[in-house]
T-cell receptor, first 114, second 110 residues
Framework: DAGVTQSPTHLIKTRGQQVTLRCSPK?????VSWYQQALGQGPQFIFQ???????QRGNFPDRFSGHQFPNYSSELNVNALLLGDSALYLC?????????????FGQGTRLTVV | LAKTTQPISMDSYEGQEVNITCSHN???????ITWYQQFPSQGPRFIIQ?????VTNEVASLFIPADRKSSTLSLPRVSLSDTAVYYC???????????WGAGTKLIIKP
């Protein structure tokens, strides 16, 4: 049983570019959350998707957007990249009705903006 | 802001029991306490979750006293591979947004 998978694992982009990160949730999970983790800090909640809709959003600008597909997989898009967007981007999946704090995380995508 | 406060770092030795405390003076009645472990450049991994009293699983124990103002994660007989950052979170069921602090960096020495 595959856990949460994210792609790509590493990415280097230039300031001002756009990036798309992908996540496939754990089998049986229908809810996907995205987090940004800067070096030495805890993850910060970006947003969560359920039933193909954004259900809740953290304190992130509109440059961060997402999508969830009918198969529950999800994408995170970041436009107009800034140097400060360099971070580990984590995807977590849960099952609706289960404890949302028992989340399963992917390995993350390390984004470097130069 | 995170609802929880933890020590920034701790050291211990192989074979010892390690207890990491977490303060949460103002959690809500429906908040659960959850601990995650994270290795460098990997996603966090769920360890244990509890509401009150003591919970034990195959890797750890979690003790939450009756006043629920703090909790203690206990790792029995640690090994070098337990070196990681440990996060304590407080969140209600159905609360979609997990708020993370900086965690406790645990270093296990030989």
């Amino acid at each position: 049983d595959a856990g949460v998978t994210q792609s790509p694992t590493h990415l280097i982009k230039t300031r001002g570019q756009q990036v798309t990160l992908r996540c496939s949730p754990k089998s049986g999970h229908d809810t996907v959350s995205w987090y940004q983790q800067a070096l030495g800090q805890g993850p910060q909640f970006i947003f969560q998707y359920y039933e193909e809709e954004e259900r809740q959003r953290g304190n992130f600008p509109d440059r961060f957007s997402g999508h969830q597909f009918p198969n529950y997989s999800s994408e995170l898009n970041v436009n107009a990249l800034l140097l400060g967007d360099s971070a580990l981007y984590l995807c977590a999946s849960t099952s609706q009705g289960a404890s949302n704090t028992e989340a399963f995380f992917g390995q993350g995508t390390r984004l470097t903006v130069v | 802001l995170a609802k929880t406060t933890q020590p920034i770092s701790m050291d211990s030795y192989e074979g010892q029991e390690v207890n990491i405390t977490c303060s949460h003076n103002n959690i809500a009645t429906n908040d659960y306490i959850t601990w995650y472990q994270q290795f460098p450049s990997q996603g966090p991994r769920f360890i244990i979750q509890g509401y009150k009293t003591k919970v034990t699983n195959e890797v750890a124990s979690l003790f939450i006293p009756a006043d629920r103002k703090s909790s203690t994660l206990s790792l029995p007989r640690v090994s070098l591979s337990d070196t990681a950052v440990y996060y304590c979170l407080a969140s209600g069921l159905g609360n979609y947004q997990l708020i993370w602090g900086a965690g406790t960096k645990l270093i296990i020495k030989p």
